[in-house]
């Protein structure tokens, strides 16, 4: 009889404290679900609010539950060492492990979705920087060209202009050769009018140049069919 009572106080101290702990779980496990969740302002970039110290509480508020979590799993242990007193206590065992079962489900749940946003916002926040790393080496470089181009235009405009100059240049060469050629023209046209014997020994020296041309074009040619001739024959 004594040992009966003995297991009634110790079965309602042991459902007590199960409570006790259950209700403490359950409510830090609504705070732990609602860790991080809105205190991103919208205008606000990953860079400028790290989760440094949200990590923190987040850590040490998951200790905190752990801890409870197996202070629960120890009264459990403890309740289910008792001789079960009717259908009543059997069920209440097992709906405190159910309730266990569901926390430790639960809170692997939270921290393993906290885990995501965190891999989430550090990779955006990788990727943002990138993309501003990628914008200014880009701007940088954009810039660069623009001044490599620029040069190269002013080199070109530089070169054309001094082609233009000498093309002027030899224009006015060639026109002041021209007009020396028309002067000298002019004067030996003057001197055969002047001295028709001078044209005319002129007139006969440039026929027997051309006599003398044709003989010894006749010759080469002669000579060129011997040697050809006998180099085959």
């Known amino acids: 009889m004594a040992s009966s009572t003995l297991d009634a106080i110790d079965w309602e101290d042991l459902r007590k404290q199960a409570r006790h702990l259950e209700n403490e ?9 609602k860790l991080g969740v809105n205190t991103r302002s919208k205008n606000v970039t990953p860079d400028e609010v790290p989760l440094l110290d949200e990590e923190h509480v987040f850590e040490n508020m998951a200790l905190e539950i752990e801890t ?14 008792l001789q079960p007193n009717g259908a009543a206590m059997l069920h209440t065992m097992q709906r405190h492990k159910e309730i266990l079962k569901d926390y430790k489900l639960e809170f692997s749940k939270i921290r393993n979705n906290f885990a995501i946003r965190k891999d989430r916002e550090d990779l955006l926040g990788s990727v943002r920087k990138e993309i501003d790393n990628y914008k200014t080496t880009s701007g940088l470089n954009r810039r660069e060209m623009y001044l490599k181009e620029n040069q190269h235009i002013h080199n070109s405009d530089r070169l054309i202009n001094d082609q233009i100059s000498i093309a002027m240049e030899t224009r006015e060469h060639l026109i002041t050769q021209r007009q020396a050629f028309k002067r000298i ?4 046209n003057d001197i055969s009018n002047r001295f028709p014997a001078v044209s005319s020994l002129i007139q006969r020296i440039n026929l027997r140049k051309r006599r003398d041309s044709l003989i010894l074009g006749v010759i080469v040619g002669f000579c060129t069919f011997l040697m050809l001739l006998y180099a085959f024959y």
């Open 25 to 33: 779980i359950d409510a830090k496990l609504v705070a732990f679900s």
């Open 68 to 81: 409870l979590l197996t202070k629960l799993f120890t009264v459990n242990e403890k309740m289910s060492e």
């Open 185 to 188: 023209q002019t004067r030996f």
